[in-house]
């Protein structure tokens, strides 16, 4: 009964290739993130979902697709990965814009 | 210049020593985290505050919206405190639903 789930863990993938990361929350919060943290451990935001509608879009390459089919849910597309993309991503949730965030475990992305 | 600062970067401490991590911020903001990422990778989130003071077991964190300053205060540490804790800042208006991250400090606690 993880509060946030993300799956996959590790993610090993070619150059090119069309990836997916899902993440789950059974928390009943309205609001869900993606984070990437970078080779360095810096930590930055990527996309913000409330209500199933994005409110943030950082300067996220269009390759990076955000999709939210309920507000339990905010999955992560990525089409032609590229060596840069590989980092670690956390999923985020909080009950709304003023709470705190619950973090998923991360989901460590290698494009080899 | 990052608008989230943090020191030290690394800091070790003997066991049972008390332990102060700072961070300086340079916007105005709604509110501050503090969050631990263990070696696991896994984040928890620790504290979030606007003003004053909170205490949670040996934690404390306080904060000084004037000065734009908050510390994360370990007391009596333990070696299960080695993490890296991360001070977030959020903003106002439509940047109150973003986190602003600092580097980190790398806390090791040797027995």
């Known amino acids: 009964d993880t509060a946030v789930s993300q799956t996959p863990k590790y993610l090993v993938t070619q150059m090119g290739n069309d990836k997916s990361i899902k993440c789950e929350q059974n928390l009943g919060h309205d609001t869900m993130y993606w984070y990437k943290q970078d080779s360095k451990k810096f930590l930055k935001i990527m996309f913000s979902y409330n209500n199933k509608e994005l409110i943030i879009n950082e300067t996220v390459p269009n390759r990076f697709s955000p999709k939210s089919p309920d507000k339990a849910h905010l999955n992560l597309h990525i089409n032609s990965l590229e060596l840069g993309d590989s980092a670690v991503y956390f999923c985020a949730s909080s009950h709304d814009l003023n709470s705190g965030y619950t973090f998923g475990s991360g989901t460590r992305l290698t494009v080899v | 210049k990052n608008e989230v600062e943090q020191s030290p970067q690394n800091l070790t401490a003997q066991e049972g020593e008390f332990i102060t991590i700072n961070c300086s911020y340079s916007v105005g903001i709604s509110a501050l985290h503090w969050l631990q990422q263990h070696p696991g990778g896994g984040i928890v989130s620790l504290f979030m505050l606007s003003s004053g003071k909170k205490k949670h077991g040996r934690l404390i964190a306080t904060i000084n919206i004037q000065e734009k300053h908050s510390s994360l205060h370990i007391t009596a540490s333990h070696p299960r405190d080695s993490a890296v804790y991360i001070c977030?800042?959020?903003?106002?208006?439509?940047?109150?639903?973003?986190?602003?991250f600092g580097t980190g400090t790398l806390l090791a606690v040797q027995p």
């Open positions: 977030a800042v959020r903003g106002y208006g439509g940047a109150t639903n973003k986190l602003i």
